[in-house]
Structure formats: C-alpha cells, structure tokens
C-alpha cells in the first residue's frame, strides 16, 4: 500500500488540488450560513409573531371613496361572514361588539400630578380568548361599580411620548397606569350613570379600549339608543399567518386588516428569493468544486495509467488500487468539509453579534442541527460521486 500512497503524492498537482479545494469550501460556507440564516429568520417571525405578522388580524370593511355622500356605513353582511367561517386560514373568529352609547372619560384633576383631562371614548368587548393580556374581566358582574379596561398599548406610547412632553406632566408606566382610577360617565336613552374605571392591562392587538362582555351588554341593554346588530369588525385567529390565500381574499371581499399582510408578504417572498438565489449560487460553486476533484482524480489516474497497469500485472486488485486512490482523497474530503464548517460557525457567531447589536434580536451562536445534517449528506454524496468515478476509471483501465 505504501508503494501506491507513493505513486498518487508523486503525481498530485498541488495548484489544481488547492484551486478546487477553496472552491468547494467557498461554495460548502455559502449553502450553509444561507441554510443557517433562513432557519434564523424563521424562529424570528415564529418567537416574534408581531415583527412580521400575527395569528391574529382584526378585520373591517373598506370605506368607499363616495361613502360621505350616501351616509352608508360600512359593515360586515351576513355572506361576508359566512365566507369567512368557511375560509382554510381561519381557525376561529369572533365579532366586536361595541357600544352604542355616549362615553366620557374623566382622568385625573387639577390638584393632582396628572392634569385633568375629559375626553370622548368609544367602548368594545370581545370574547377573553382573543385577549393578549391577562385581566380580570371574567371576575366583573352586575353589582361591582369598577370596570376593568384594557387600553391600546399606543394610547399609552402617545400620551408618554406626545402629551407628557408637551405639557410637562410626568411619564407614566405600565404598572403605574394599572394603579390608576378614573370616572367613566355614560349616557344615553334619557339617562345616566357614572363608573369607576382601572386599567386591567395593555393590548399590543387591539387598538380600541375593550371592556368585559357583560357590561357591554348590560349597558347597550339600560342605555344604547339603537338596536342595531351590524357587525363592523371581526378578529379572527389563523392557524397559517404565511397563507397565500389570506390577502387575495381580503381583497374580494373588500375587507382591511389591522397587519399590513401584503407587505409582509411580499417581505416573505424577497426573503425566500435571496435565499432561493444563495442556494442556486452556492450549489454552482459546489458543483464546480466537485468537478475539479474529479477531473483532478481523473488526471492523477491517468499520469499513474502504466504504473497501474504493472500492478495489475503483479496481482493488485482494482478494489485495492481504488481504496488507496479514495483514502487520499478521503483526507481532502474530510480537511475541505470540516473547513467549511469552522468558517460557516465563525460568520455565524459575527452575523448574530452584529443583528443583536444593530436590530436588538438575539438570533443562536449554535448552527443549527439542519446545517449538519446538510453538511453531513454533502459530505457522503462528494464521497460517493468520486468513488464511483474511480472504479469506473481503473475498470476502463483492465
């Protein structure tokens, strides 16, 4: 065997070797760090729901441009409904219910930190399971004078970083604000009452103020002005934010979403597409590495045929002449691929360093189990491809 290690390292050209060696390893660290990123951005959108999409979407009925002229409200009609029961991408739903009753909401007073504020308000319920907040809104009956409320998390986002600022009251947060007590009067159907509100918690979902289901339901009974059941908004749940059927549907139906869908999927498809293009790019790179090996194996074969063709005469084996070739270029195999895999661990723990330094998401320093077992089969197939075209070369050779 040693006389065969000879003769192969006699005849190995040192530039080709290196030159597609570099090449596989390149075209190795491309494929994996673009595998390793897709799966990043994927647990993102999933950890993250809101930085791309939700599972939930709060949907209304578009405005028409002329709507001010006929005074027609626009409102979900009894199909629309039904067209979305049937729709694959909904899971559950459920319609708003909302007041239809004067509301104002008294806060704070002069003697106090906080300036007195009267202002308008407009209230909603919905079921506690499209809640994103925890609350104490199935504790409240007919009999407690406090009404928990659950406010937009912009309301409070606005008043720290537009009215606090601009009339020098103190800044409030989310446990202080919660602490909180103020007078919601109502009124309405020739009467009126007044009570006391608190803040139950902070909606990043909902941009309305939600009350519990019964007090919407005994106040609309004691003081709403109208009967009317139209439905104007609805939430429902997905259990496949990433349809593609979502958006072509909201669009026939005329209806809008509190998530800009279409952006966001049009986000998705560029992502996919880079990532489609690495692929593409680096398998063309690994393809290219891969055919230099083997004409690189050819060349040593056939720069070795006479040498062969003696100890084929003297009773070596072609499988014992071809485990010696495949044992040298087992070496090459094992020092390009593992190469490649320190480079792609070192770009990855920069490019996660740099994303939670700049974007302040923390994405893992570990490649992922999907890199390895990528690298791994890559590993077999540049073994398997080569070993067959070396027996096939030294059986040519008989």
Not at 75 to 100: G, W
Not at 284 to 291: A, D, P, R
């Amino acid at each position: 065997m040693s006389i065969l290690n000879k003769i192969i390292i006699s005849k190995q050209n040192r530039w080709s070797k290196s030159l597609s060696s570099v090449g596989s390893i390149i075209g190795l660290v491309i494929i994996l760090i673009s595998v390793q990123i897709y799966i990043d951005i994927q647990e993102i959108v999933n950890n993250n729901p809101n930085t791309i999409t939700s599972d939930y979407l709060v949907l209304s009925k578009k405005i028409a441009k002329l709507s001010f002229l006929s005074k027609e409200k626009s409102h979900f009609t009894e199909k629309d409904i039904q067209d979305l029961q049937k729709a694959d991408f909904v899971e559950d739903m459920a319609a708003f219910n909302n007041c239809n009753y004067e509301v104002m909401i008294e806060i704070g007073n002069q003697k106090g930190n906080i300036p007195g504020l009267h202002t308008l308000a407009f209230f909603e319920s919905i079921p506690v399971r499209f809640l994103d907040t925890d609350t104490d809104f199935s504790t409240w009956d007919n009999s407690n004078n406090e009404v928990p409320l659950i406010l937009p998390k912009n309301y409070l986002d606005a008043y720290n970083y537009g009215l606090a600022m601009s009339m020098n009251t103190p800044q409030l947060n989310e446990d202080l604000i919660k602490n909180l007590r103020f007078k919601i009067h109502i009124k309405g159907n020739n009467t009126s009452t007044t009570y006391i509100g608190k803040v139950s918690g902070l909606s990043s979902r909902i941009n309305s103020i939600l009350v519990p289901e019964p007090f919407l339901e005994l106040t609309n009974k004691i003081y709403g002005t109208t009967s009317s059941k139209e439905i104007n908004r609805v939430i429902i749940s997905t259990n496949n934010p990433n349809n593609p059927t979502i958006v072509p549907f909201l669009e026939d139906h005329q209806l809008t979403s509190n998530s800009n869908l279409h952006n966001n999927n049009i986000i998705k498809q560029i992502i996919r597409g880079v990532f489609s293009y690495q692929l593409i790019i680096a398998m063309v790179i690994i393809i290219q590495g891969l055919l230099l090996l083997i004409f690189y194996s050819r060349m040593i074969l056939f720069s070795s045929k006479k040498t062969i063709e003696r100890l084929f005469l003297i009773g070596y084996l072609p499988i014992t002449i071809s485990k010696a070739f495949e044992r040298n270029l087992y070496k090459s195999y094992a020092l390009i691929f593992i190469t490649s895999l320190v480079v792609t661990n070192i770009v990855n723990i920069v490019l996660a360093n740099q994303i939670n330094k700049y974007l302040q998401i923390k994405t893992g320093i570990i490649l992922s189990p999907h890199v390895f077992v990528i690298w791994g089969a890559l590993f077999f197939l540049f073994i398997l491809i080569n070993q067959i075209n070396l027996r096939k070369k030294l059986h040519q050779m008989l």
